[in-house]
């Protein structure tokens, strides 16, 4: 199975802030990376699909690039909503996995 | 699109729980589907695949010859059969819409339903 890892595991950052999460995966997946969103007691939320296509209904800040094994979600200005827990997965095989997730708080 | 989970309880380690997920606000049976789950206060965990007219299905190694994924075209539904339930598999589950695209993603979820293995 392709093992997914993030760093970091958590951050703590502003409003405003631009902020960064990397995604590496195991073993090449060309652009199979997908990433989710997921508040407290809430059900995760599709953000970026195939490394860098915005989801319909995700606002702009949010940005996927990478190819191959490295991959980055950006949030180009932080916002309140924002403070989540955020997970990368590969589809790559029909077997998914996911990273183990990178929590946002606040400063 | 609408997905709402259900069966979720407290089942003792051996025993077996059968999850269900109605899905509605969509051609349900063009669409590939998923169950997830979530150990609480861990992360996501894959655990099955169906493709939408149930020729194909894949399971995660830690549950594979144990849990079965079915769907039912004509009644909207998702189910998972879980036998042989161990303490490791207590979570929140969730089911969960493939986009249907080439890269496939998760891009519809249910609110989930708790399952909990204990003695």
């Known amino acids: 199975d392709i093992q997914m890892t993030q760093s970091p595991s958590s951050l703590s950052a502003s409003v405003g802030d631009r902020v960064t999460i990397s995604c590496r995966a195991s073993?090449?997946?060309?652009?199979?990376l997908n990433w989710y969103q997921q508040k407290p007691g809430k059900a995760p939320n599709l953000l970026i699909y195939a490394a860098s296509s915005l989801q319909s209904g995700v606002p702009s800040r949010f940005t996927g690039s990478g190819s191959g094994t490295d991959f980055t979600l950006t949030i180009s200005s932080l916002q309140p909503e924002d403070f989540a827990t955020y997970y990368c997965?590969?589809?790559?095989?029909?077997?998914?996995?996911f990273g183990p997730g990178t929590k946002v708080d606040i400063k | 699109v609408q997905l709402v989970e259900s069966g979720g309880g407290v089942v003792q380690p051996g025993g077996s729980l059968r999850l269900s997920c109605a899905a509605s606000g969509f051609t349900f049976n063009t669409y590939a589907m998923h169950w997830v789950r979530q150990a609480p206060g861990k992360g996501l965990e894959w655990v099955s695949f169906?493709?939408?007219?149930?020729?194909?299905?894949f399971y995660a190694d830690s549950v594979k010859g144990r849990f079965t994924i079915s769907r039912d075209n004509s009644k909207n539904t998702l189910s998972l059969q879980m036998n042989s339930l161990r303490p490791e598999d207590t979570a929140l589950y969730y089911c969960?819409?493939?986009?249907?695209?080439?890269?496939?993603?998760?891009?519809?979820w249910g609110q989930g339903t708790l399952v909990t293995v204990s003695s």
């Open positions: 169906i493709r939408y007219d149930g020729s194909d299905k």
């Open positions: 969960a819409k493939d986009n249907g695209r080439v890269i496939r993603a998760l891009d519809y």
């Open positions: 997965q590969q589809s790559y095989t029909p077997r998914f996995t």
């Open positions: 073993q090449t997946i060309s652009n199979y």
